[in-house]
């Protein structure tokens, strides 16, 4: 990549689990064209996991008993500075970000780590609920 360049690839997937892999697919041939990055293979699966993360959420919450959802994705990768950009966007039911309580880390739980882990995964996560639905951006520097 070149001084002040950015690559965009962006996807429109059906809201279902299955279809998770091709954005994992994406992110990880993106970052094949970063060089420098210690422990790469880490690095791609946090990002993997963090994506996963939010769009299972939003199958699972915002899409709830809704059969032809949509998530718009778009992936940017920038080199000054140089970051990955994930930003996700869903026409699904929105939510208050501050009634999701962190989870018990001392003690077993099923649910509620997610967030959890996203914050800890990315530098910035940052959610807005829409008029009709919601958006995430999520930051990775690199």
């Not at 993997?48 to 299972?56: F, G, M, S």
């Amino acid at each position: 990549m070149t001084l002040n360049q950015q690559t965009v690839v962006k996807l429109e997937l059906p809201a279902t689990y299955k279809y998770l892999n091709g954005l994992s697919g994406c992110i990880a041939e993106m970052m094949t064209h970063v060089e420098g990055i210690d422990d790469r293979d880490a690095v791609v699966y946090n990002l993997q996991l963090a994506a996963h993360e939010i769009c299972t959420n939003i199958v699972g919450h915002a899409y709830l008993n809704v059969g032809n959802g949509r998530i718009e994705v778009a992936l940017m990768l920038t080199d000054q500075p140089r970051q990955l950009i994930i930003e996700l966007e869903d026409h699904g039911q929105s939510f208050d970000p501050a009634m999701v309580t962190a989870p018990t880390l001392d003690q077993p739980q099923v649910h509620g780590y997610g967030l959890f882990i996203v914050q800890s995964l990315m530098d910035e996560v940052d959610y807005r609920p829409l008029v009709e639905g919601n958006f995430w951006r999520l930051v990775k520097y690199l």
